[in-house]
């Protein structure tokens, strides 16, 4: 008898953090295994956020802070907003959080009832869909292509919305695919939206300044989409702060007013360090960060370029994020090396095991054809993942 919770069986594990797990056994059991699975910089936090935590250390910030953030923080985070993204938001609409990962459980616990339908443009970031469910949410899937760059189309988006629509959320740069949706895009689906003003948007811009294009258009900044988006972000990608553990949402303040209330049971205030360095992150000029999207974006040339040079493998030129989502779905009902391929799964463990390079399926972020390699590591071990995984699928079955 299995005394555990049916939330807890029926809860899916990570992908991104098991197939992590797994590369780090391995490492420790000596083998030489090149990590590709985990979104996570590989830049250092940059010095003037350490030493703003280092200040705060010796100013003792070391009392509970409120649950919805401190106040400096919040106003930092508004002027933020106002300066990167055209939005007007007050510090009553600003919720910190631990994390943009728990924002997003918030949101889901506030507005979720259960039956209600969620719309996802897959690929969609792996978590999205285990928390909608843990809701009560039904995660509805919108399939999208290489070929469209993984966005969804305005007629996708009409053809999805039924009276049973509560929201859509989606992510821009995108985890997994890197897909970055224009001002034009973002204006073509909000005039699909204005003719279902019930269903309110998440827009998830954790990746927002790891961006190729030159320009950034929040979905909340399109008339008449303020009051009922919620906009997450978070330091972790941008400022290399993944353990430092600090999301936030922008929202209409009675949504801002009910994650509180769901925080203020559940965890409180999020770290009170992490949140004065916070502070002097969201308070910099965005040009601080040029070296690492530099690198960032040369990385990607360089992946995209080794990944054109492997037959069987397709693969589109992502425009933000650190990542890239090739569609490797040639190999399936192929045998590499006496070991059959039916899906996205057996062939990121056929990589592993035999290229000892871990990816992550598709399958986990809604897109059985792909898997998804991050590039947030050194050049030198990106070509010779790559070239490990080229020598793995190099057969004559593949090439025929």
Not at 214 to 235: E, F, H, K, Q, W
């Amino acid at each position: 008898m299995n005394p555990l919770s049916d939330r807890i069986n029926n809860l899916s594990t990570s992908q991104t953090l098991a197939m992590a797990a797994k590369a780090r056994e391995l490492k420790a059991a000596g083998i030489d295994i090149i990590s590709l699975s985990l979104g996570e910089p590989d830049f250092n936090t940059p010095d003037f956020i350490k030493e703003a935590a280092i200040q705060a250390i010796h100013d003792n910030y070391s009392s509970y802070p409120p649950v919805e953030g401190y106040l400096e923080l919040k106003e930092a985070i508004c002027k933020k907003f106002k300066r990167d993204n055209g939005l007007d938001y007050k510090p009553s609409q600003i919720v910190v959080s631990t994390g943009a990962k728990q924002s997003l459980y918030n949101i889901a616990q506030v507005m979720i009832n259960p039956g209600d339908e969620v719309i996802l443009p897959a690929p969609y970031w792996v978590s999205y869909y285990e928390i909608i469910k843990m809701a009560g949410g039904v995660p509805v899937e919108v399939p999208t292509s290489i070929e469209s760059d993984f966005k969804i189309t305005p007629e996708q988006l009409e053809a999805t919305i039924t009276p049973g629509t509560k929201m859509m959320w989606f992510s821009s740069p995108c985890n997994p695919s890197g897909s970055v949706y224009s001002k034009e895009e973002l204006t073509a689906l909000v005039a699909v939206l204005e003719k279902h003003p019930s269903v309110y948007v998440v827009s998830d811009e954790i990746y927002e300044h790891i961006n190729f294009t030159g320009s950034y258009c929040s979905i909340a900044s399109i008339p008449g989409m303020l009051d009922r988006t919620i906009t997450v972000n978070g330091v972790a990608k941008a400022f290399a702060m993944t353990g430092w553990r600090i999301g936030y949402i922008g929202a209409p303040e009675f949504i801002a007013k009910a994650c509180t209330k769901m925080q203020g049971q559940v965890t409180s205030g999020a770290n009170t360090i992490a949140q004065r360095a916070t502070i002097a992150a969201v308070e910099a000029d965005p040009t601080v960060l040029k070296h690492m999207v530099q690198a960032f974006q040369q990385r990607r040339d360089l992946v995209v370029g080794l990944i054109k040079q492997i037959p069987g493998m397709k693969i589109n030129v992502p425009e933000g994020a650190f990542y890239v989502f090739p569609d490797v779905s040639a190999f399936f009902g192929k045998t590499l090396r006496g070991t059959l391929i039916n899906n996205a799964d057996d062939f990121a463990m056929y990589l592993l095991a035999e290229a000892n390079v871990a990816t992550v399926t598709g399958d986990a972020f809604g897109n059985p054809n792909c898997i998804r390699f991050s590039y947030a590591t050194s050049d030198d071990l990106l070509k010779e993942a790559l070239h490990r995984i080229k020598e793995a699928v190099a057969t004559s079955e593949v090439l025929a």
